[in-house]
């Protein structure tokens, strides 16, 4: 009798005749795959058994049968910080996604040439497009660019589709060639919902050229696109193999760019990290004025603006990596995104993503003073880091209305419940149901008293 019969006969045969609820494990013996009632020993055998982790369940009632399949999903992906990226000698691009010396040893031995399709921005194209094409000629690799503009206005179904065609004639192989996407946050999310749905799910690598990107969309797992004149309304979860840092990029994005990515690197700050929010208080002109570049003369206090992306990425990913599907609608990182995804469509382009989004933590640092969670001097330490970092506390289209619209909006989609992550101090957060109208009225007159002066005599946004 072949094993795969004898190990069925075998847990078959201490099977209840009439069984009401059974569950099964799954095992796969050479190529097939058999249930096996839990809890039941397996035949030894000569051939290679796997157990699965997934899991089926059956249960019988009066009017039929159901089944219950239980199919844990596991993703690696790796966030890698080089430097470099772009030198010919450094591997990272073409094998820092490969997990495993087992893995390494395959793609290395390839008799096929390899190859990569890649995305990169316009812009980004006008810059570091002659250094990667030398990389890729240096390295023999068959490669295609595709140089597309990758904006808020241009982030749609229709450029996902040019980049699917171009892919489809270029032709990749599904599982060992990575998409390379190379820009800003936009770019990046364009290339990961288009490579999530190339063959159901082709690998891609995100390299980010901008802070914002570097901080917050290069290290999670979504992707999206707009729809119907609403931000991101369409996408998926799929992370990338890897992502690969380079802080040498982020040099020549203007410095509005790179006060966008600090709203990010604030968010995580005011949520979770004092020291981080301290930094920035204390040296955010000056990684402003530096572009995030190493400098001699911080030696003594070590790389400034290297600690500052560290602990936003790792206080990031502490935060994603047990919720990647966002199963659990509490996020504190949804902190200064309640109410910008409202204001930045209703104003696009005039303000970018993160300027969008310190408004929105500018606002909700005024409900959680009116709420008692922050002091006075909390609240003005607070927007006078904001205005430290250049980053815009207050805007005219950002109306109550505006602000009670977006709050209804997302009431709708995060089951009824309000789920408003606000600081209860500096580094310190809460998620909150039950902020009264009331409380957000008294925040807003509050907030346009306070701000709207500041901001038309320093950083009026038309």
Request: proline residues 4%; contains cysteine.
């Amino acid at each position: 009798m072949p094993v795969s019969e004898e190990i069925l006969a075998k847990n078959a045969s201490v099977m209840p005749e009439d069984p009401r609820q059974m569950d099964f494990q799954l095992v796969r013996v050479k190529n097939t795959w058999y249930r096996v009632q839990k809890g039941e020993a397996l035949r030894n055998s000569e051939d290679k058994i796997t157990i699965s982790e997934a899991k089926i369940g059956k249960s019988v009632s009066d009017v039929g049968i159901s089944w219950t399949i239980q199919a844990p999903i596991s993703f690696h992906y790796k966030v890698v910080e080089t430097c470099n990226l772009l030198e010919p000698t450094n591997s990272t691009l073409l094998l820092g996604h490969i997990i495993g010396p087992q893995q390494l040893d395959i793609v290395l031995n390839r008799e096929r040439q390899q190859r990569r399709f890649i995305v990169m921005d316009q812009i980004v194209d006008e810059y570091y497009g002659s250094k990667v094409r030398k990389y890729f000629e240096a390295n023999n690799v068959h490669y295609k660019i595709l140089s597309l503009t990758t904006t808020e206005e241009t982030k749609s179904m229709d450029l996902v589709l040019t980049i699917l065609q171009e892919v489809h004639s270029f032709g990749i192989d599904r599982r060992k060639e990575p998409i390379i996407a190379i820009g800003g946050g936009v770019c990046l999310d364009i290339v990961g919902l288009a490579a999530s749905l190339y063959r159901r799910r082709t690998p891609y690598i995100r390299v980010p050229t901008t802070l914002l990107a570097y901080v917050d969309a290069s290290v999670g797992a979504k992707n999206g696109v707009n729809f119907l004149q609403c931000k991101n309304k369409l996408g998926g979860y799929t992370p990338p193999v890897a992502t690969f840092l380079d802080r040498s990029f982020i040099q020549t994005i203007p410095r509005r760019h790179i006060s966008n990515g600090l709203g990010e690197i604030l968010k995580m700050a005011l949520m979770k990290h004092k020291g981080l929010f301290d930094l920035l208080k204390s040296h955010g002109k000056y990684m402003l004025d530096t572009k995030f570049q190493s400098h001699n003369e911080l030696v003594n206090h070590g790389d400034i603006a290297l600690k500052t992306t560290r602990l936003a990425i790792e206080t990031m990913l502490e935060e994603l990596a047990p919720n990647l599907w966002e199963d659990d609608l509490d996020r504190l990182v949804d902190f200064g995104h309640l109410i910008s995804p409202e204001l930045e469509m209703k104003v696009l382009p005039s303000l970018m993503h993160g300027e969008a989004v310190n408004i929105d933590m500018a606002f909700m640092t005024f409900v959680a003073y009116e709420r008692g969670l922050l002091t006075a001097e909390e609240k003005d330490d607070i927007l006078q880091c904001m205005k430290g970092l250049e980053l815009p506390v207050w805007h005219q289209d950002c109306s109550l209305h505006l602000i009670k619209k977006a709050l209804v909006e997302r009431l709708k989609h995060c089951g009824g419940q309000m789920r408003m992550p606000l600081p209860t101090g500096l580094g310190m957060a809460e998620i909150f149901n039950d902020i009264s109208d009331d409380t957000l009225e008294k925040a807003f007159t509050l907030w346009s008293s306070e701000c709207k002066t500041t901001v038309e005599d320093d950083f009026l946004i038309h």
